[in-house]
Structure formats: structure tokens, C-alpha cells
């Protein structure tokens, strides 16, 4: 309501609307505020029905949230999945180590075991940043 009220203040200061409503889509960087100002700055160059416009833009803002909503549920899936596969091998090693330390430790002061850890490390980052670009869907 108070980016609204300023937006009116600046009208009153002799700022024409259009500066107005680009100044507020400038200090609120969402896309639903600048689909919002984008879709009153039509209206009052091409004329027509305001209240229709600004319902039909509220019917797609919260359709964007529906739709976020749902993708967050689809996506959880892929994000359990990163998760497990980042800590399996951590957990195994530590399971392996309990049961059997002297297993472990050709990984630890081997020169070639410790080379095979780092780039496991290496690989598990690649995976992560893999999984996560996957599962990063932009509405």
C-alpha cells in the first residue's frame, strides 16, 4: 500500500503516471509488479476497461503462484534424489570405517586413493550443480 500511496504522491508532485508506475516497477524488481504496471500502461494509452484488465491481471499473478506451488512439489523429487546422492557416499564411508578402519584407510594416505577422493568430490559438485540447474524451472 505504501508503494501505491508514493505512486500517488509522485502524480500530485506533477509526475506524469507513466514515470510514476516505471519508478515503482524500478523499486519493486518483481516480474508481477512489472506485468502489473506494464498492463495499466496499455490501458491508458489504448483505452478500454481498467477493472476487467486489472482482474484478468490478478487471475495470472495468481495463476504464477499456482503454478510455482506446483512445480515445488514436482521438483521434490529431484531435490530428495541430490540429497541422498550427496550424503550416501559420506555415510558409507563413515558405516565402512566402523566396521572395517584399515579399508578406509587406502583412500586416506594412498597418494592414488587420495586423487580418487578428490575427484569424487569433484564429480559429486558437477552432479549437484547438474541436479539443481535440472530441477530449476523458471515460471
Known sequence: ?????????????GLPL?????NLARRIPLPDVSFLVTAILVQKETGGNLAEILDKTTIVIRE????????RVYTAQGRLTGWI?????FFLFGVMTFLNPSYELVLIKD???????YAGLIM???GVLVIRKVIDIKV
Not at 500500500?1 to 500530485?12: D, G, T
Open 85 to 89: 546422492l550427496v550424503a550416501l557416499p
Open 1 to 13: 500500500a505504501s508503494e501505491f500511496r508514493r505512486v500517488f504522491e509522485e502524480q500530485n508532485f
Open 124 to 126: 559429486m559438485v558437477v
Open 18 to 22: 507513466r514515470e510514476a508506475m516505471l
Open 64 to 71: 504464477r503462484f499456482r503454478l510455482r506451488g506446483q512445480l
Open 111 to 117: 597418494p592414488t586413493g587420495q586423487k580418487l577422493v
